[in-house]
């Protein structure tokens, strides 16, 4: 069952060692049939701001009762409406808030989406949008969340070569 409420506040918030805070985030993607033959095409979800900020992948505090996976996973149900699969981590990020005059760190997953749901949590509050991956580089404020799409289409488009298979997936740039 999914739940209908973002989760509030901050008791439950995990800090690094220096006190910054820890935030936990994904880019969700999926392949759609498209061009001739057995092209694919990747497109991400991208999220709009609720300050209106330009577009962002989805992202929020990593809590004391969740694994990681778990957190990445329910920002992505809360902020974006979407549920998949939390594949291996693209890495690890320091950056400074644009809110508060202090440090985070990022960590940033792939979620391959397996469903989309029609009424989530903040929907009211953002909307969502499928965009080509140059969309994604064009729009995306964050330089960190920029960086964290370079390695997921290096890390697709290196494993899509190695597949041995007939059918050809293309990580379109444009």
Request: one cysteine or more; proline letters at 4%.
């Amino acid at each position: 069952m999914v739940s209908s409420v973002s989760r509030q506040g901050r008791q439950l918030q995990r800090y690094t060692k220096s006190g910054g805070r820890l935030v936990v985030g994904c880019i969700p993607y999926k392949f759609r049939p498209g061009g001739e033959g057995h092209d694919k095409s990747m497109e991400v979800l991208v999220i709009s701001s609720p300050k209106g900020n330009g577009l962002l992948f989805p992202k929020g505090g990593w809590e004391t009762d969740e694994t990681i996976k778990e957190a990445a996973s329910r920002e992505a149900l809360e902020e974006a409406g979407v549920q998949g699969n939390v594949e291996r981590k693209l890495g690890r990020w320091r950056y400074k808030s644009r809110t508060y005059d202090s440090y985070y760190e990022g960590i940033m997953f792939p979620l391959n989406v397996t469903e989309e749901l029609g009424d989530w949590p903040e929907m009211h509050v953002r909307q969502r949008k499928w965009v080509t991956v140059a969309e994604a580089r064009e729009g995306c404020q964050h330089p960190w969340m920029k960086e964290a799409l370079e390695r997921l289409v290096k890390r697709l488009s290196s494993s899509c070569r190695r597949r041995s298979s007939s059918t050809t997936t293309t990580i379109a740039a444009s």
